[in-house]
C-alpha cells in the first residue's frame, strides 16, 4: 500500500462546495448507452503466445485496497424527508429488450417483434441513424437477432409479418425489403448447389400467396445484373496444329532461347524474390489486392490438394477458383463468411471448427501440406474473415461463385504396360488464375487474388499480354516454368503475334499462321511444352505483415451491477444533499479514517471511494494480432536466377517458435486478468480433437 503524506491526503479529500455549485438537474437524465465489450473469453486466450513484455509494464492496473464512506448530516426524526430515487441508467422502453435478450430462438424473436411492433421500428430507424441517440442500443439489438436468424431459403420463405420480415432483412444484410424482391436476392448469393436444392420449396411457399411470378421475375433482375458469370467449367485452347508441324518446331526451339532469356531479365531486375515482394508490399494501393490473394492463401491451406486457389472479387461477388477444384470450395467459402459475420464466443467457435477441418483434411491430403506453422495458418484465417466482413459492410451480402465444374481432358497417345500406343484422356490442371482471366476479360472491372506466386508463364500472360485484364495490376512470380495448359483465351491472334514480337528473324509463314486457327495451334502448343531454368522452390503466399485484427465482441448490456464511479457518486451524493436539505445551512464534513469506518451509513447512500492505490500485476495477454510471422529462411540448392523468397511457410526454428507454441492440442494454462471493478478468469481450452 503507498502511504499518503498529511498534504496528500487532504488533496484526496471532496472539496466543500457552497449552495451555488450545485451540479445542475441535467445528472439525473438518462445516460448514453456504452456498449460493453464482450466479457466472454476472447480467441486470443486459446493461442499460446509467449508474452511480449515482463516484469511490470503499462498494463499494470491499480485496484482500490479500502473504502472510505463519508456519513451524511445527522436531521431531526421529524423532518419531512422527500423520497428521491436515482432515474434508472437504461430509458423505460428498453425495459422489455434487457428481459428478452439475449433471444432463445427465432421464435422468441418473431414473439418480441410482435409484442413491441413500435419499439422494434424504433430501432430499425436507429440504425440507419449513426447519429441518433438510440443508435447504439440499437446495434446491441440487431448483434442478438443476428445470432438467431436463419439464412436458410426454405426458412426465410415462410416469414409472412411485414416487420418480422424487415427485421430479417436487415440481420442478413440484404437490401430488397419485399418478401419477392428479399427471397430471390438471397437465393442469388447462395452457391449453386443450394440454389438447386432450395427452389421447388420457395416457388411452392410463395405460389400459394400468389407470388412466385414475382419472384422469378426478381431472380431474373438479379442475374442479369450479376458480374460475374454463374459457373462454367473451364477450356483449353486447341493444340492440333496439321500442317503447321515445320512452325510449331522453329516456335519451340526459339522459345527454349527466350524464356530463359526473360527470366534472367527479371532475375537482374528485381534481385530476389523478397526484395521484388518487398516492393510490393510498400504499395498502399494494393493493399485490397493483397488481401484478396491472402484470402486465396487461405482458400488454398483448406484443402491442400487444390495445389492453387485464385478469387475473383467484383461488386457483391466473389468468385473462387482452383488448379484442381473440389465440391467444397462453395461450403469453404460460404463458411469464412458466416465465421465474419459472427461475434463473440461464436465467432471463436467458428474459427476453431476451420482450424479442425484444414488440420483435418491435411492429414489425409495426397497432396503433402505446405511447411508452415499453426501460428502463421490462424493469423492468415483472422485476417481473410476480418477482410470479407469489410467487403459485406462496404458492398452488402455477397455472392459466392464457386468455379467447381470438372477440368477439361487432353487426348494423348500412351503406351500401355505391353508397350501398344493407346489413346488416353488426360485432365488438364489450368491454373487457377488462368481460369479467373477467363472471367475477367468478358466481365471486366474485377480484382483478382492468387494463392501462390505466379509461375513464369502465368506471370507472362497477366503482365505481358492481358495487362489490362486486372488493370495492370503487378504480380511476382517464382520463375518456374510446367507444362502449362493453355486457357482457351489463350489462342488469340494478337496476343500470339505480342509473345512472337520479339523472334528477331521469324519464319516467313509466321504471319499467315495467326490467321489459321491450326497455325495458332501450333504456336500455343510450342509455348505449351517449352521449359526454362530452374526457380524459386518457395511457391508459397508472400506476408503483407500486417497485424491480424481482433474478432468482434458481441455489444453487452450495460453492467449496472457495478453501479456508479466514485466520481459519479461523490457527485450525486453533493446533489442529493442540496435537494434533501435545502433550507438547512448543511455542509459535508470529513471525518478520520476511524470515524469513517465506525459511522453508520444510511441505506441507499451512495458510496464514497477514497481509497489508497495498489498496483496490480495484470497477466499479459499476448495479441494474435502481431503479424503474420511467416518468415523463412532462403531454400537451398537452387539454380534459378532469381533466389528464393523468404516471407512464406515458416519452421519453427525461423518463425522463433517452438513446437509447443504451435500446437493446437496443447491444453491451455489458465491465465487471470484482473481489472479495477472485477476479476475473470479464462477458462481452460478444451483439446483441440481432429
Known sequence: MIDLTHEQEAETRSPIRPESTIPPLSIFQPQPIILAPDTQTSFLDFLDFPSSQGG??????????????SPRPEVEADDAIPVIEPPPRIPAKYKALQDRTPFGSFDDLAQFTADHAELTAGLLDALDHPFAADHQMARYWLAHVRKVTPDDLTKVSKITDETLLTVTGKALNLSETSRTGMLAELYWTKPRAVRTRDLAEV??????????SDFDQRRAAFQARQRLPDPEPATIASMKYGRWGTLKDKAAAWLKTAVPARQSELGTEHETTEKWLGDLRAKPELSDDRSLDRLADVMTLLNANRVCAAVLHNGREIGVFANKPDNQLAVDLAELLTASRATGKEAENLVWGILAKMTWRASRSSRSAPESSKRRDQVRILKAISYLRKLEQEHGRLRVVAYDDPLPTLAVTEKDSFGHPQLVHREQQVHAEMQATSIALRYPG???????????????VLHDLWPEAFDNRPVASHLNTYPWPPPGFFADAQALAQLFAGWEDPPEDLRAALQDPQGRAALV????AVQGIKGALDTGFPSTQVPASQLPSTPAWPEQEDGPTAEEAEREAELYDGLLYPDKDVTRTETSPTDQRSAPRRPSEPTITKAPLTKVKRTQQPDLASGDSDRTSPSRGRTASLPSHSTTRTSPTDSGTTDSDMDLDRPRQQSTTTTSKKRTKSPVRKKLRV
Open 56 to 69: 511490470d509494464s503499462d498494463s499494470d492496473i491499480v485496484i482500490p485496497e479500502t473504502q472510505f464512506e
Open 203 to 212: 416457388q411452392s411457399d410463395l405460389r400459394k400467396a400468389g407470388l412466385a
Open 446 to 460: 474485377a480484382k483478382l487474388g492468387i494463392g501462390r506466386l505466379c509461375c513464369f508463364k502465368c506471370w507472362l
Open 525 to 528: 502448343n510450342a509455348f505449351f
